[in-house]
């Protein structure tokens, strides 16, 4: 049984900076690690960062690149999204997801088996 909790969504003004908890539980050793994804009204839910437990892969999307760093706490099995210098556009909400077991942290949504609930995250322009 694998459960992801999303936390520390909330309201920010532009350019300020906000980080998000991914906390799981119920993982084996056939998960390698662990995406952000987000969606905002009207849009498709798209990767913005993965890493896997090992540090060993890290992936950003480019509208993020630079602004936001994805870290792990493999003994806490937690993943933290550091985000920094927010835009209006980073408004969404935000969600964990764990791949197929022995799957890889591609972009491809289709390719998560497990999410977390989700966290609101609101940029003030």
């Known amino acids: 049984q694998v459960q992801l909790v999303e936390s520390g969504g909330g309201m920010v003004q532009a350019g300020g900076s906000l980080r998000l908890s991914c906390a799981a539980s119920?993982?084996?050793?056939?998960?390698?690690?662990l995406g952000w994804f987000r969606q905002a009204p009207g849009k498709e839910r798209d990767m913005v960062a993965a890493?896997?437990?090992?540090?060993?892969?890290?992936w950003y999307a480019d509208s993020v690149k630079g602004r936001f760093t994805i870290s792990r706490d493999a003994a806490k099995n937690t993943v933290y999204l550091q985000m920094n210098s927010l835009k209006f556009e980073d408004t969404a909400v935000y969600y964990c997801?764990?791949?197929?077991?022995?799957?890889?942290?591609?972009?491809?949504?289709?390719?998560?088996?497990?999410w977390g609930q989700g966290t609101q995250v609101t940029v003030s322009s």
């Open positions: 997801a764990a791949p197929r077991p022995y799957g890889g942290v591609t972009p491809n949504s289709g390719g998560y088996r497990y």
């Open positions: 890493i896997t437990w090992s540090g060993g892969y890290i």
């Open positions: 119920g993982l084996t050793a056939s998960n390698y690690g």
